[in-house]
């Protein structure tokens, strides 16, 4: 399932999450953040960012905020995902 529109009026920013952010916040080994423009059938939002969040032994996962205006309350839900300590059952800080 593609989420971006193939408008060619509209591109895809990606960058890879600073390595400080990887391990203060998400206790990830590696993420990737991406913003596009979302096809119609998928959201009547404006703006899509997806960020993308590995850890080993445990998982990838995908959060996606859809938004039509960038706010200060969107960069504040960045930080919402966390992956658990080093071990699937062990909880962490």
């Not at 591109?11 to 890879?16: D, H, P, S, V």
């Not at 445990?58 to 504040?76: C, I, K, M, P, Y």
Request: aromatic fraction near 18%.
């Amino acid at each position: 399932m593609s989420l971006a529109t193939n408008d060619e009026d509209y591109l895809i920013a990606g960058r890879e999450v600073a390595p400080e952010l990887l391990s203060g916040f998400f206790n990830a080994d590696w993420g990737v953040q991406y913003f596009f423009h979302p096809k119609a059938g998928f959201s009547d939002w404006n703006h899509c960012e997806l960020l993308a969040l590995h850890k080993d032994g445990q998982g990838t996962a995908f959060v996606l905020f859809l938004f039509d205006e960038a706010s200060r309350e969107l960069g504040n839900r960045f930080y919402a995902f966390r992956f658990r300590g080093e071990g699937v059952g062990d909880r962490g800080p």
